[in-house]
């Protein structure tokens, strides 16, 4: 029972733990960074050939318009936000460096926000104050680039881009936030801006992609076919990607911990499987005699190992419930100690959670007692079929 318990424990331990790191890695692209479940660029804006020309790679704002009045048309979509990546220089007058920037409509990247749930609604990835539409000029930079450029919340900067066209263009602005990088990797160079400014600057009215938040997730690809073809029956030439084609960090960490997952299920299941098997065959060699006598009266072999195989089943059942015990003690436990952690890819402490995931409670629990089960019917076959008299003569 304590085997068969810790291993329940175990399983729905790290279980919940993947679950949580799923679930917020989901949520954190989708809702907080305001990616959405679906993206919409202009065709090829992915082809290397077509990267180093920005009007090949641009939605228009006439494109854009079309595609808005597409989209907000259908019954599942629930937000639209345009958002513009750009790149160049940030000086605070003295020293200059290269940025990466995203540009969004702020009041739409709220709203895709306000949609989180759990976690990710109740963190905050940003100093100071939030951008807001009226305030074109205020932007944010990431704590790297601040220290690179020796700048506070409040202090001028200027941005310095090539236009669409190819001049050199040059916008004053203001750090109004510090917010944490998308990965590590941009932590000395992530820049964030209203999109009216990104506009300016690039001397251009459009957008590099125009993300969906939809209240439906569940048949996404059947979504984007749909969409697609709407949208090129009016002339666009357009691609729509699913949020999981443009987050690879996702897939390779949850391809990751699905593997860890069924390591650490099958080490289990192969000790509560020998843990069984010991202790129901010492339980079978102590009664030989019983069986012995059981076969005496009458009783099939089939009968005698469906008892132990019962026998088996319950301690599985009980080793469950003591596992739920377990599992509930160490949820308890983490909500008290109130523990924190720095995953990959964050900057900054996030709270340490396990989650409740009734489909693993419900599986780990069936298949540790159909595995219970099944390890008793070996050592009582083994016995059932041996000779009576010795059966009843063993001491």
Same mark, same amino acid.
């Given at each position: 029972?304590?085997?068969?318990?810790?291993?329940?424990?175990?399983?729905?331990?790290?279980?919940?733990?993947?679950?949580?790191?799923?679930?917020?890695?989901?949520?954190?692209?989708?809702?907080?960074?305001?990616?959405?479940?679906?993206?919409?660029?202009?065709?090829? +804006?992915?082809?290397?050939?077509?990267?180093?020309?920005?009007?090949?790679?641009?939605?228009?704002?006439?494109?854009?318009?079309?595609?808005?009045?597409?989209?907000?048309?259908?019954?599942?979509?629930?937000?639209?936000?345009? !958002?513009?990546?750009?790149?160049?220089?940030?000086?605070?007058?003295?020293?200059?460096?290269?940025?990466?920037?995203?540009?969004?409509?702020?009041?739409?990247?709220?709203?895709?926000?306000?949609?989180?749930?759990?976690?990710?609604?109740?963190?905050?990835?940003?100093?100071?104050?939030?951008?807001?539409?009226?305030?074109?000029?205020?932007?944010?930079?990431?704590?790297?680039?601040?220290?690179?450029?020796?700048?506070?919340?409040?202090?001028?900067?200027?941005?310095?881009?090539?236009?669409?066209?190819?001049?050199?263009?040059?916008?004053?602005?203001?750090?109004?936030?510090?917010?944490?990088?998308?990965?590590?990797?941009?932590?000395?160079?992530? !820049?964030?801006?209203?999109?009216?400014?990104?506009?300016?600057?690039?001397?251009?009215?459009?957008?590099?992609? #125009?993300?969906?938040?939809?209240?439906?997730?569940?048949?996404?690809?059947?979504?984007?076919?749909?969409? +697609?073809?709407?949208?090129?029956?009016?002339?666009?030439?357009?691609?729509?990607?699913?949020?999981?084609?443009?987050?690879?960090?996702? !897939?390779?960490?949850?391809?990751?911990?699905?593997?860890?997952?069924?390591?650490?299920?099958?080490?289990?299941?192969?000790? #509560?499987?020998?843990?069984?098997?010991?202790?129901?065959?010492?339980?079978?060699?102590?009664?030989?005699?019983?069986?012995?006598?059981?076969?005496?009266?009458?009783?099939?072999?089939?009968?005698?190992?469906?008892?132990?195989?019962?026998?088996?089943?319950?301690?599985? #059942?009980?080793?469950?419930?003591?596992?739920?015990?377990?599992?509930?003690?160490?949820?308890?436990?983490?909500?008290?100690?109130?523990?924190?952690?720095?995953?990959?890819?964050?900057?900054?402490?996030?709270?340490?959670? $396990?989650? !409740?995931?009734?489909?693993?409670?419900?599986?780990?629990?069936?298949?540790?007692?159909?595995?219970?089960?099944?390890?008793? #019917?070996?050592?009582?076959?083994?016995?059932?079929?041996?000779?009576?008299?010795?059966?009843?003569?063993? $001491?």
């Amino acid at each position: 029972m304590l085997a068969v318990g810790v291993g329940f424990a175990a399983i729905n331990i790290f279980g919940g733990f993947t679950d949580y790191i799923f679930t917020n890695l989901r949520e954190s692209f989708i809702y907080v960074e305001g990616n959405g479940h679906l993206s919409i660029f202009k065709s090829g +804006a992915h082809d290397q050939d077509r990267s180093e020309d920005p009007i090949q790679t641009l939605l228009k704002n006439e494109e854009i318009s079309q595609i808005r009045a597409a989209v907000e048309a259908q019954s599942n979509v629930l937000a639209v936000a345009e !958002v513009m990546t750009l790149n160049g220089m940030i000086s605070n007058g003295d020293t200059s460096t290269i940025f990466v920037g995203l540009a969004r409509v702020p009041s739409e990247h709220q709203q895709f926000k306000s949609y989180a749930r759990g976690l990710m609604a109740r963190l905050s990835f940003f100093e100071g104050q939030p951008l807001q539409d009226e305030l074109e000029y205020g932007i944010g930079i990431a704590q790297g680039l601040r220290g690179k450029l020796g700048i506070e919340i409040g202090s001028p900067a200027i941005l310095m881009a090539p236009t669409v066209y190819g001049q050199i263009n040059a916008l004053d602005a203001e750090i109004r936030q510090i917010p944490d990088a998308p990965m590590e990797l941009l932590e000395d160079k992530w !820049v964030v801006m209203p999109l009216t400014l990104a506009q300016t600057l690039y001397d251009f009215d459009g957008a590099s992609r #125009i993300n969906l938040l939809l209240s439906d997730a569940n048949n996404l690809e059947q979504t984007r076919s749909n969409l +697609a073809t709407i949208l090129r029956a009016d002339g666009l030439a357009i691609d729509v990607h699913i949020w999981r084609e443009l987050s690879p960090f996702y !897939v390779k960490v949850e391809g990751m911990f699905r593997v860890l997952f069924l390591f650490i299920f099958l080490i289990v299941s192969v000790i #509560i499987v020998m843990s069984v098997v010991n202790t129901v065959s010492m339980a079978v060699l102590e009664r030989s005699r019983e069986i012995g006598t059981l076969r005496a009266i009458g009783t099939k072999r089939h009968r005698v190992v469906s008892l132990f195989s019962l026998e088996g089943a319950l301690l599985g #059942i009980s080793g469950c419930g003591l596992g739920v015990l377990l599992f509930a003690a160490t949820l308890m436990i983490l909500s008290i100690l109130e523990l924190s952690w720095t995953p990959p890819q964050i900057s900054r402490s996030i709270p340490l959670e $396990v989650y !409740v995931v009734p489909e693993y409670l419900g599986l780990s629990m069936t298949l540790l007692t159909v595995l219970s089960c099944a390890a008793g #019917i070996f050592p009582a076959r083994r016995v059932a079929r041996r000779n009576i008299v010795e059966a009843l003569g063993h $001491v």
